[in-house]
């Protein structure tokens, strides 16, 4: 009678352990889903706003140029020149930085936290 209630008690145990990790395997492939949509539109509005970014800037930037240019004298346009050439570039620097720091932004970070966390209480039974 004694082996019955043991053999139903592990059946139990394997049971909820089947049940739980089904359960985290469903539950981190919704997390990872989720996170691929959003990483999905990041990249598309990382891509419309660069490019949006890039036409604009360099509309603006070059009749705003040609216009100041034209108000000097001269003599002084070569200077002029120079120096908005200057600042453009420093301009660029700006935001080659802050696009760079967007590309390395890790993908899919909250599904790679849970599952290191998930191996790390995996390995506690190892």
Not at 24 to 44: C, D, F, I, S
Not at 46 to 59: D, E, R
Not at 77 to 84: D, E, I, P, S, T
Request: no cysteine; glycine share 10%.
């Amino acid at each position: 009678m004694s082996d019955n209630n043991h053999t139903t008690g592990l059946g139990t145990l394997a049971s909820r352990i089947g049940k739980t990790t089904l359960g985290a395997l469903t539950n981190r492939g919704e997390l990872l889903a989720v996170e691929w949509q959003q990483e999905k539109a990041r990249l598309t509005q990382l891509l419309i706003l660069s490019v949006g970014l890039m036409f604009l800037g360099m509309m603006g930037a070059l009749l705003l140029t040609a216009t100041i240019i034209y108000l000097f004298h001269e003599e002084y346009r070569l200077y002029v020149a120079a120096g908005f050439t200057i600042l453009y570039l420093g301009g660029a620097g700006f935001v080659f930085f802050k696009l760079n720091k967007l590309v390395k932004e890790e993908p899919f970070s909250e599904t790679l936290k849970q599952l290191r966390k998930d191996r790390s209480l995996l390995d506690v039974f190892e």
